[in-house]
Nanobody
Framework: QVQLVESGGGLVQAGGSLRLSCAAS????????MGWYRQAPGKQRELVAA???????KYADSVKGRFTISRDNAKNMVYLQMNSLKPEDTAVYYC?????????WGQGTQVTVSS
């Protein structure tokens, strides 16, 4: 069974940077991709960035040019580099892993951006 553990969240001032990490453990078969989602209070969970098993990336319009998703296949890690953070980026950020058989979520990490 795959498990995901996120780290790297915290409190940062507007304009600052954070790097989120997600460690995947367990046996992963038929990976489709991994991604980062976020959920702010009172809002629906939304896709922030995703990377396929082939390395293609996708970003939400609101983070393009500021956030970068990357993977280390050897370590089963996925990262989200977040620069030029804005107060509206405040949310719980979740790591997601999808295979042809299932989908796994991490427990989430809080990111708070103060103005």
């Amino acid at each position: 069974q795959v498990q995901l553990v996120e780290s790297g969240g915290g409190l940062v001032q507007a304009g600052g940077s954070l790097r989120l990490s997600c460690a995947a453990s367990g046996t992963i078969f038929r990976l489709i991709g991994m991604g980062w989602y976020r959920q702010a209070p009172g809002k629906q969970r939304e896709l922030v960035a995703a990377i396929t098993s082939g390395g293609s990336t996708k970003y939400a319009d609101s983070v393009k040019g500021r956030f970068t998703i990357s993977r280390d296949n050897a370590k089963n890690m996925v990262y989200l580099q977040m620069n030029s953070l804005k107060p509206e980026d405040t949310a719980v950020y979740y790591c997601n892993l999808g295979t042809t058989l299932s989908e796994t979520w991490g427990q989430g990490t809080q990111v708070t951006v103060s103005s």
